[in-house]
């Protein structure tokens, strides 16, 4: 095995444990499994093509080293951390978990998570099998290749090589840059977006894995082919480079393109060329024990990440990357190797076995799935329930120029509530003190017309979406002559804070994220409003500091792993964390004289905030507010 294939594998799997670890390096190590799938495709399709050269390949001898290869490990994982979901894995999270073990075990996973993604969905964090996606990728480029490069004559197979790259990286491109949904005909039951298919789709990801096979061809087919030492180092500084900065903010798109260019010249040219230093070799070693690090890290830190129902402290951060390492040269050493190189070679034998283990995988949450749900409150149906208003239908749809008519409960609503979800989690407590009240919101848009922002999956594309929104919604507002009083509300975060990433799209044009820029147009919609003779409320965010108390209470409830001594919300805590919102709010209300709701009145004392009202849990996540926690909260709120 070349040596700088190795600290290629070992540098990518840390950078990919970093980014995961969030230490504020790394910002980009996403981009490890990049440089995976190109080597992959590199080293599979040197085999391939070097057997079928000397008529040698067979299908099924092809098959079982794969099997070898990745099965043993694989299972290892899965069944450690099938075992451990008794542990941490809630009623609610469950149906997914067992849905994410299927598609591991199905090599299919890429296809599963995106019907687990949504504005309202469980946190990637939360789910154990996340990283297995790029695994079942792999795995399918496993059973397209073989069969694609023995069917093309050998002369034509370069030139099918690349077009099946364009092809797929002109398809990836368009998807990426899009947040539009496919045809519900084809995912009728995703909420996943074009650029969220992007990322896990195979069609979308294939380039870079054919990427690799083009230049195993080019590395076959031209034995003499040289790359200088230096162009290599230049190319490894190019990824370093793009490991902890990047290029792009979508992905997979350009930073992609970049990394998979660099790691191909990296792949040209087997002679040694990387220093020998202590470093180097240390990089290599992690690199041996690669496949068994991936495997293990993401379910370390998605455990940490439930038991503490958030930000996992740096300190366990640091050693869950040392166990990372440790349990993956562990699984190396004594499952890796042994089943690889000194298993049964007979394949029936082999196949059952592989068999067995599958179904005896597949059985171990079964208990849990057979199990009678606890007596008490059940807070996972109940409390976590989402809540959209008054339907579900209310979120962001639009009937011509106006919404639903189910979104409004009367002909003539004398309120309107208008903004992100952070506004319809206020409606079931809203709605009994108005003389009707019509709701007027979109998830992750908040009420400010002609400004929207752009941030992870909301691109430009969206940005778009959510400004007409607003400017039908301010319109239909004005128009409606039964509205006398607006309440407005949003995470507010996406604008205000300017410690989250992202941009803006203002007045049509892509701009830096400017605060100030926020506050000054959420001023002029208020105006708009009030110079139409409209009273208008701002509903602050319910007290937040960046852990999910809706998880907390049920694993409270459920007697799940907690690491927190309590799920109540530390007063000093909010105000750290929402204070560039609340500082906002108060400018915005000091130049308007828009009164707010602060719900933080409602909630804290001196030292807390309480999270339940007697049996009702208030909060169905970080920040929203459950149905009956809505009513028990502003059910008394007289508008």
């Known amino acids: 095995m070349r040596n700088d294939i190795q600290f290629l594998r070992g540098l990518a799997v840390l950078a990919v444990v970093l980014y995961h670890a969030d230490f504020g390096v790394a910002g980009n190590g996403y981009l490890g499994v990049d440089i995976f799938f190109v080597i992959s495709g590199f080293l599979i399709t040197s085999i391939i093509l070097r057997q079928l050269e000397q008529k040698t390949f067979s299908f099924s001898a092809f098959y079982m080293r794969r099997a070898k290869r990745l099965l043993p490990a694989l299972y290892a994982t899965l069944s450690a951390t099938s075992l451990l979901a008794y542990f941490f894995i809630s009623s609610t999270q469950l149906d997914e978990y067992v849905s994410q073990l299927v598609g591991a075990i199905t090599f299919s996973a890429n296809m599963v998570l995106p019907t687990q993604v949504g504005y309202f969905a469980g946190a990637a964090e939360s789910k154990p099998l996340l990283h297995i996606w790029s695994l079942s990728l792999e795995e399918q480029y496993y059973f397209f290749l073989p069969l694609f490069l023995f069917l093309i004559p050998a002369r034509y197979r370069l030139p099918a090589l690349l077009s099946l790259v364009t092809v797929s990286l002109l398809w990836c491109i368009s998807w990426a840059s899009s947040s539009g949904e496919l045809p519900p005909f084809l995912w009728r039951y995703a909420d996943a977006s074009k650029a969220e298919w992007a990322f896990y789709l195979f069609p979308t990801r294939a380039w870079e894995l054919l990427a690799g096979s083009v230049a195993a061809w080019m590395m076959l087919r031209r034995p003499g082919l040289q790359v200088h030492a230096n162009i290599k180092i230049m190319a490894l500084v190019i990824l370093l480079l793009m490991v902890l900065f990047g290029v792009d903010r979508v992905h997979p798109r350009w930073d992609a393109v970049i990394v998979t260019l660099a790691t191909m010249i990296i792949m040209l040219d087997s002679r040694k060329w990387l220093p020998e230093t202590g470093a180097i070799r240390i990089v290599e070693r992690v690199g041996d024990w690669s496949y068994s690090v991936y495997l293990v890290h993401w379910p370390l830190f998605t455990f940490a990440y439930l038991g503490f129902v958030g930000d996992i402290p740096a300190d366990v951060k640091i050693l869950i990357v040392a166990l990372s390492i440790l349990f993956g040269f562990i699984q190396y050493r004594y499952i890796e190797t042994p089943f690889r190189y000194g298993w049964s070679s007979r394949p029936r034998v082999a ?53 639903p008519k189910v979104c409004s409960t009367t002909d003539q609503p004398d309120t309107a509530v208008w903004g992100d979800s952070f506004a319809m989690h206020l409606v079931p407590g809203l709605k009994t003190g108005t003389q009707g009240l019509v709701q007027v919101t979109k998830s992750a848009c908040g009420p400010v017309a002609g400004l929207a922002p752009i941030t992870g999956k909301y691109t430009k594309s969206w940005a778009k979406t959510c400004v007409a929104f607003n400017d039908a919604a301010l319109q239909g507002i004005l128009a409606k002559k039964s509205i006398t009083k607006v309440v407005m509300s949003s995470t507010f975060g996406q604008y205000f804070d300017g410690d989250q990433e992202g941009m803006f799209l203002l007045d049509g044009k892509v701009v830096e994220k400017d605060p100030s820029v926020a506050i000054e147009r959420f001023v002029e919609t208020i105006r708009k409003l009030q110079r139409n003779g409209k009273r208008v409320l701002i509903v602050s965010p319910p007290p937040r500091s960046g852990f999910d108390v809706g998880e907390c209470l049920e694993r409270e409830e459920s007697s799940l792993v907690l690491f927190r001594p309590e799920c109540e919300i530390s007063v000093d805590d909010y105000y750290s ?34 999270v339940r009202i007697g049996d009702a849990y208030l909060y169905r996540d970080g920040g929203h507010l459950s149905i009956e926690g809505s009513r028990r909260l502003l059910g008394q709120v007289k508008l």
Do not use: H, Q
């Open 351 to 403: 196949w059952s076995w592989f068999t067995a283990s599958s179904l005896a995988v597949l059985s171990i949450p079964v208990p849990m799935v057979l199990g009678e749900p606890a007596p008490a409150v059940n807070a996972g149906e109940v409390m976590r329930r989402i809540n959209y208003g008054l339907s579900e239908d209310c979120d962001g749809r639009l009937e011509g120029s106006w919404v």
């Open 577 to 610: 964390y929402e204070k560039s919102i609340t500082d906002s709010l108060k400018t915005i209300a000091a130049r308007t004289n828009a009164e707010v709701i602060w719900l933080k009145d409602l909630l804290c004392d001196e030292e807390k905030c309480r």
